[in-house]
């Protein structure tokens, strides 16, 4: 096992694990939608009818509380059995990872291109590059 590789497979995991975690945390606890969703819906959270805002919030939290446990998840694979020198961990951990991402970066791209909206797609971009570069390494290391 290569150390420098193994080392950068490691962080980069480590931060997007983290980042997941952070990101489903502040979708989880929201009360409303984020503003660059209100900016695509070109409305004010006080406008949408009551019935709308309780799924749009429930829509929100429910994908909070899937990061929250993706971005578990991650970490634990990562503490545990790829520390311990599981291969199929390292593999694990970024298939996992880029299942969520790419998808969810598809569609912050969609989001910020055909509305007015202003999600984060450079976050997106950065949980993609992180889990590609951990892959990648841990390919090599192995």
């Not at 096992?1 to 502040?26: D, H, R």
């Not at 939608?33 to 829509?59: C, G, N, S």
Request: charged share 10%.
């Amino acid at each position: 096992m290569e150390p420098l590789y193994y080392n950068l497979s490691f962080y980069s995991y480590a931060l997007a694990g983290t980042l997941t975690i952070l990101m489903g945390f502040v979708y989880a606890t929201r009360n409303q939608v984020m503003p660059y969703h209100l900016k695509a819906l070109e409305t004010t959270w006080e406008k949408i009818d009551t019935k709308y805002q309780f799924m749009l919030r429930m829509f929100l939290n429910g994908a909070g509380y899937f990061g929250l446990s993706t971005g578990l998840f991650m970490i634990v694979l990562l503490f545990i059995p790829f520390r311990e020198g599981q291969v199929w961990a390292g593999y694990s951990i970024g298939l996992l990872g880029l299942v969520g991402t790419l998808p969810l970066t598809t569609i912050v791209y969609k989001v910020k291109t055909q509305t007015k909206g202003d999600p984060p797609l450079w976050l997106m971009v950065l949980m993609n590059s992180l889990l590609f570069i951990g892959l990648v390494s841990h390919i090599i290391s192995n």
